[in-house]
């Protein structure tokens, strides 16, 4: 007889983390698109970070989102309305803007998007995170990023 405990289930998380890229993106584009979005979802639910993480050795290594992140992809028309959906449910929701491409700062990426109303906003990505059902209904029409 044996004193370890039988595998833990995998988790199934309540909310639902999606970074969802426009499809017609370059690869270098999605990486970046994807990474400072998924950095406004931690800064935005802080709740989200894990423990930091240790090797056999005892070297540390920053903490992670705790959950995953879903990458998604669709049309310009897609990440349109996704984010149309997500602001009417009152969902919180980054974006990332073409313009983002063409700046180097903080101070200059908010001032880009301020200039454009929404419903004119260029959209290459934008980060959803809420309760599974409403992000699902929000990326109506999205598909697994390939």
């Known amino acids: 007889m044996t004193n370890e405990s039988p595998p833990a289930a995998p988790a199934r998380f309540p909310t639902k983390v999606v970074v969802l890229l426009r499809d017609d993106l370059a690869g270098w584009q999605a990486l970046n698109v994807t990474a400072f979005l998924a950095g406004a979802v931690t800064a935005a639910v802080p709740e989200l970070v ?30 349109t309305a996704a984010r149309e959906r997500a ?19 903080d101070v200059d990426n908010r001032a880009a998007v301020r200039a454009v109303r929404a419903a004119d906003l260029d959209l290459v990505g934008l980060a959803v995170h809420g309760p599974r059902n409403a992000v699902d209904k929000v990326l109506k029409g999205a598909r697994m990023h390939p």
């Open 50 to 79: 894990g423990k930091p993480y240790a090797d056999a050795d005892g070297t540390r290594y920053l903490p992670m989102l705790g959950q995953p992140v879903l990458v998604m992809a669709g049309s310009k028309e897609v990440l």
């Open 87 to 105: 602001v009417g449910r009152g969902m919180p929701v980054a974006v990332f803007t073409s313009d983002l491409f063409a700046t180097g700062n």
